[in-house]
């Protein structure tokens, strides 16, 4: 599956993207290829790419939020690196020979810059996600205090350019009640202020979809840009190692669906 | 034919018994990452603790869960360990610096074994694991910078935890897909998750001529770590690749901006 990396945007913030032309080992891929770098994004109806440039074997290049003035304000910016060029416009998420590694996936560096000297990032990579899916998701990351403000980055891309309108639930960690519950789009980076939806400091944030699959980013600002802070939480598969660990997933997934109907049931 | 044949042998001396981590002794056993602490000076470490059991289950329970802490120095050496009760669902963020008040080290590893292996993880021959959020705190800073876990590297049987990584036939280079800019100084940690010693080699190259700029090597033994902090004069961009015979050298990277402006860490 041909890999993106998205930019992000943020409030206070530039987004930035650094793609690589190197692999991340010496033993999966064989042979590299000059590249082309592509800018992908949604406009509800078709994929629209615009080749921003060519990249040489072993060279990095930074996409900056700011450079990419022909991309819709509020639509999500999806860089590539590929071999053959990308179709200006698709009916569906363009795609070009996978250069897959595994140990590990062949990244970029994701962040986000502030002008008043903060900046982070992590090494990511991201795919198409099946429309029919949904996620769960455990996190920790939430940080309140004095000028501190937190919120959700909530990736969505899909195969289909549409623009489907669905749902977030935040729960509580029991799985007892709806703690808020926030409008998502799919092929968007949804960003969702953590502060005023009614956790307390020390409670586990609770995420589900029913009908949305994406990658949930948690970023935390100090003073507007002076400090930031960004992780994403692990699927919870990852909480299983070896055996049928789908298997089990899909059994806690289960689990979690039958207290989300039961909470709506209430409160009904 | 014999060219597949021969592709297949070729990529078998990179994977053949070559699994990221073993399958440890008993189903019930937990496993846990060797997450990485630093303390003393300007450095606070802490974890995100909840009880992964609890999600497993459509009713809560309730009672208090057990979770063990195992703290190692950076030569491998367990010096202390710690038992934690968790409430059912509850997140505690716990400093762990806290814990090593008498020791000198500054930096080391731990691992974070959960008593509640719910059922569920056996039925589906799968082993529960930790590899959650590790945050920092440095200097003056006011934000916990993230980084998550990555490696099931360590179980534990009766009271005595064993490692889980495999050692590679051949010696792999991990190129970590990231720009080092002269502006900025960075430390990279690395664990030893395999019951032999390691020897570790950073080798830092200039970025456009893709020439060796400097080396050092290390070795680490088994629990342990080794921390590269020395800086690097050069006043183009490079890039790091660390070669050794763990299956994947994935370092932590602690980043600083110019006059310390600003502090980040990531999974590189």
Same mark, same amino acid.
């Given at each position: 599956m041909f890999i993106f990396y998205p930019i992000l945007r943020a409030p206070n913030c530039h987004g930035f993207t650094v793609v690589h032309n190197?692999?991340?080992?010496?033993?999966?891929?064989?042979k590299n290829f000059d590249k082309y770098i592509n800018i992908t994004w949604s406009d509800g109806f078709k994929w629209n790419t615009k080749i921003i440039g060519t990249l040489g074997k072993n060279k990095s290049y930074k996409i900056v939020e700011?450079? *990419?003035?022909?991309v819709p304000n509020h639509s999500l910016a999806l860089s590539s690196l590929s071999i053959n060029k990308l179709p200006?416009?698709?009916?569906?998420?363009p795609d070009d020979i996978h250069m897959k590694t595994n140990l590990?996936?062949?990244r970029a560096t994701i962040g986000l810059e502030s002008e008043l000297g903060g900046a982070t990032s992590f090494q990511g990579e991201a795919h198409a996600f099946p429309t029919n899916g949904s996620i769960l998701s455990f996190a920790p990351f939430f940080q309140k205090g004095k000028d501190l403000s937190s919120y959700l980055l909530f990736i969505s891309i899909e195969k289909s350019p549409s623009f489907r309108n669905t749902s977030l639930f935040f729960l509580d960690a029991y799985g007892e009640k709806i703690i808020n519950k926030k409008p998502l789009v799919s092929n968007h980076l949804n960003i969702i202020k953590l502060?005023? *939806?009614?956790?307390?400091?020390s409670e586990l944030i609770v995420l589900t979809t029913e009908n949305i699959v994406g990658i949930p980013l948690f970023m935390t600002t100090y003073k507007n840009g002076k400090e930031l802070s960004l992780e994403h939480t692990h699927p919870p598969a990852s909480f299983a190692l070896h055996g049928n660990r789908w298997g089990l997933h899909k059994e806690l997934k289960e689990i979690w669906t039958k207290k989300l109907i039961h909470i709506k049931k209430t409160n009904d | 034919m014999i060219k597949v044949l021969i592709n297949k042998i070729k990529r078998g001396l990179w994977?053949?018994?070559?699994?990221l981590s073993a399958k440890p002794n008993n189903l019930n056993d937990p496993v846990s990452d060797l997450f990485v602490w630093r303390h003393l000076g300007d450095w606070k470490t802490y974890f995100d603790l909840?009880?992964?059991?609890?999600?497993?289950?459509?009713?809560?329970?309730?009672d208090e869960v057990d979770v063990k802490i195992i703290f190692y120095n950076p030569s491998g050496k367990k010096i202390k360990e710690c038992i934690i009760s968790l409430k059912n669902n509850q997140n505690k963020c716990i400093e762990i610096s806290s814990f090593l008040k008498?020791?000198?080290?500054?930096f080391g590893t731990f691992a974070v074994f959960h008593s509640?292996?719910?059922?569920n993880f056996i039925k589906y021959n799968s082993y529960l694991t930790e590899r959650g959020y590790t945050s920092y705190k440095y200097l003056n800073k006011q934000l916990r910078h993230y980084v998550h876990g990555n490696s099931d590297a360590v179980s534990i049987s009766n009271n005595f935890s064993y490692l889980l990584g495999v050692s590679s036939l051949l010696r792999r280079d991990y190129r970590l897909q990231f720009n080092l800019i002269k502006s900025e100084t960075y430390e990279f940690i690395i664990v030893n998750y395999t019951n032999k010693t390691q020897k570790v080699s950073f080798a830092f190259i200039d970025?456009?001529?893709?020439?060796?700029?400097s080396v050092k090597n290390y070795s680490i033994n088994p629990n342990g770590c080794c921390l590269f902090d020395g800086k690097i004069s050069y006043d183009a961009n490079f890039r790091l690749v660390i070669s050794s015979k763990l299956i994947m050298a994935r370092p932590i990277v602690f980043r600083y901006g110019h006059d310390l402006n600003f502090f980040d860490v990531f999974h590189g």
């Open positions: 190197y692999p991340p080992n010496n033993w999966e891929i064989r700011k450079d *990419l003035n022909f200006n416009t698709s009916d569906i998420l590990p996936e062949w502060d005023e *939806l009614g956790y307390k400091p | 994977t053949y018994k070559q699994p909840y009880d992964i059991g609890s999600f497993y289950s459509q009713i809560p329970n309730k008498n020791d000198k080290h500054l509640n292996v719910p059922g970025a456009s001529s893709n020439k060796k700029i």
